[in-house]
């Protein structure tokens, strides 16, 4: 089964998370770049405006792949705009895929993930897995967007995600050779 890892991130937690688990795969991985740099600015717009900034590379590149892992933050419940030229060819070119996040998740989780994920791609994910920063932040204190945004995961805790994400990823597989 041929594999594509494909991220996103603003603060490197995603691409830390996806190297990982492209690595356990022995997969592909392509790291989404906006044209334009992303800022707080654009981000709001983008969120309010549902724009989608042109990206690199192109995402007629997926069709050779059989399973396509996304990893991206979720911004104020929706996922990070730089996606959706991807989810955009999804939803003109069903394809079996997954979803991963890590994102600051200071509110309250992101319980409109996968209603989001049926709008931009038509189809549900085979696999979704949504990690929030206050997961590995002290229990004890108030958790602020400050706390979340700042925070940079560890390569222990890449890896302890990544093994998180290569069972189900490796079960999704079983299933589909049976």
């Known amino acids: 089964m041929k594999i594509a890892v494909i991220s996103y991130s603003f603060t490197g937690n995603n691409d830390r998370l996806a190297a990982s688990v492209a690595q356990d795969l022995s997969a592909t991985h392509i790291k989404i770049t ?3 740099p992303m ?3 654009n981000i709001i717009l983008d969120m309010i405006f549902s724009r989608t900034p042109k990206v690199e590379p192109d995402p ?3 069709q050779q792949y059989d399973l396509i892992l996304f990893f991206a ?7 990070a705009s730089p996606l959706r030229a991807y989810w955009n060819y999804l939803k003109s070119t069903p394809q079996a895929y997954g979803f991963f996040s890590i994102s600051g998740g200071a509110d309250n989780g ?9 709008k931009r791609t038509g189809a549900e994910p085979s696999i979704m ?10 229990q004890n204190s108030k958790t602020t967007r400050n706390d979340t945004s700042a925070y940079k995961i560890s390569e222990t805790e890449a ?5 998180i994400a290569i069972k189900e990823i490796n079960k999704l597989i079983h299933t589909d050779k049976q």
Do not use: C
Request: aromatic share 8%; net charge positive.
């Open 60 to 62: 007629d590149s997926l």
């Open 110 to 118: 992101n319980p409109k993930l996968l209603a989001e994920l049926l």
């Open 39 to 41: 800022t707080m600015g």
């Open 34 to 36: 906006p044209r334009k």
């Open 73 to 79: 933050p979720v911004w104020m419940g929706h996922i």
């Open 159 to 163: 890896r302890y995600l990544s093994s």
């Open 129 to 138: 897995l949504d990690q929030h920063i206050k997961g590995f932040l002290p």
